[in-house]
């Protein structure tokens, strides 16, 4: 089965400043999508970025980047010029391409901003 | 679009208490999807469905749990007898195709 880990329970990053948040994933299919969600103080889960695992290039959305390394079967996730409003839970999500609805959630990972 | 709707957004109830959660999922989607957060166990599915139909239910920890889906626009998740264990936050979520997954706000049930 698959799993996903993140093992940084906790990470804080000053304002202004760069973060990258780790995940790593274990499966055994070759085409999947991987996913970061964002969960603030509201509870709602926010979709941040997603892969494919067919595509090399790393996905972007605006201060957001993930370095996919599919051998190491990493999936990180940095956040640029940190905003106040980036201190959530984020969590990292595997799902299988053969069964859409099959979606693996990490831990999740506590993300402070400090001004 | 207004998002998936869930409600209410927090529901306090005693056990033996019978407690309905509901949910709107975006207009078009074909998927809907429950799942239930906690400390401890984190994000689990508890069930799915596909066009209305139930899909897979096996993450449903037992019979006081019941998922339905009448139409394309609204799914209830009921437990009976409800029971101290069963506080969490119970999220609704929708795609199209299985495609991207969005969430409601969730419910945050607490049972005394």
């Known amino acids: 089965a698959q799993t996903v880990t993140q093992s940084q329970p906790e990470m804080s990053v000053q304002e202004a400043e760069t973060v990258t948040l780790s995940c790593t994933y274990d499966?055994?299919?070759?085409?999947?999508?991987l996913f970061w969600y964002k969960q603030p103080p509201s509870r709602q889960m926010i979709l941040v970025i997603r892969?494919?695992?067919?595509?090399?290039q790393n996905a972007t959305e605006n201060r957001f980047s993930v370095n996919f390394q599919k051998a190491a079967k990493s999936f990180s996730l940095k956040i640029s010029d940190s905003q106040l409003g980036d201190a959530a839970m984020y969590f990292c999500?595997?799902?299988?391409?053969?069964?859409?609805?099959?979606?693996?959630f990490g831990a999740g990972t506590r993300l402070t901003v400090k001004p | 679009d207004a998002g998936v709707i869930q409600s209410p957004r927090h529901e306090v109830t005693e056990m033996g208490q019978e407690v309905t959660l509901r949910c709107k999922p975006i207009?078009?989607?074909?998927?809907l999807f429950w799942y239930r957060q906690t400390m401890m166990r984190g994000l689990e599915l508890l069930i799915y469905?596909?066009?209305?139909?139930?899909?897979?239910d096996s993450g449903m920890p037992e019979d006081r749990f019941s998922a339905k889906m009448p139409n394309a626009s609204f799914s209830t998740l009921k437990i009976q007898p409800s029971e101290p264990r069963d506080s969490a936050v119970y999220f609704c979520?929708?795609?199209?195709?299985?495609?991207?997954?969005?969430f409601g706000s969730g419910t945050q049930l607490s049972v005394l």
């Open positions: 979520a929708s795609s199209y195709r299985g495609e991207k997954l969005f």
């Open positions: 499966t055994s299919e070759s085409d999947y999508y």
């Open positions: 892969q494919e695992a067919y595509k090399q």
């Open positions: 999500a595997y799902r299988s391409a053969y069964n859409n609805n099959d979606m693996r």
């Open positions: 207009s078009g989607h074909d998927y």
């Open positions: 469905f596909n066009n209305n139909v139930p899909i897979d």
